[in-house]
């Protein structure tokens, strides 16, 4: 009798090891498995700090688990935002003008247009980096417009590459 009670003790223990071991690799693998899934999803969308992760991690368990239903005006002041974050650039194809580089400004020759609007007189305030100058500042005739650009040194022409409405 004693010795059937020291088998089903042995039994028992080897058993809740057992249990223990497979629990461990699971939580392992899930732990693993949630890794992956943010890992190719912060890949895919360029996510570089802690909070484009946070938010991403609220997002699933938003959407999928639903622990946080979002109401309607939730709902329409993340469109809001999303449309707010999305560029205000109106300039669709980038444009070369010609200029001239005077002390730190580059003045640009020709009128020009950016979405039917019109500018002249457009000059831009330089800052260098190396050999390139970039545009810290702009200023025209006609100030509904905004634009950065960027040019080499000695060279008579800038790259717009953004102007927005303002």
Request: aromatic share 10%.
């Amino acid at each position: 009798m004693q010795e059937n009670n020291n088998n089903n003790n042995y039994l028992s223990v080897r058993r809740k090891h057992f249990l223990w071991i497979v629990f461990s690799l699971v939580l392992f693998g899930a732990i693993l498995y949630c890794a992956s899934v943010v890992s190719d999803y912060a890949e895919e969308n360029d996510i570089e700090n802690f909070d484009d992760a946070k938010e991403f991690g609220l997002g699933i368990l938003k959407r999928d688990l639903a622990l946080f239903p979002e109401n309607d005006t939730a709902e329409e002041e993340k469109k809001e935002m999303q449309k707010e974050e999305k560029s205000k650039n109106i300039l669709k194809v980038p444009i070369l003008l010609d200029c001239s580089v005077e002390e730190g400004k580059a003045v640009v020759k020709e009128p020009f247009e950016v979405a039917k609007n019109k500018v002249t007189g457009g000059v831009f305030e330089l800052a260098s980096h190396g050999n390139t100058m970039y545009s810290l500042n702009f200023s025209s005739k006609e100030s509904a417009v905004y634009c950065k650009g960027t040019l080499k040194e000695g060279q008579q022409k800038i790259f717009v590459y953004y102007c927005e409405k303002i």
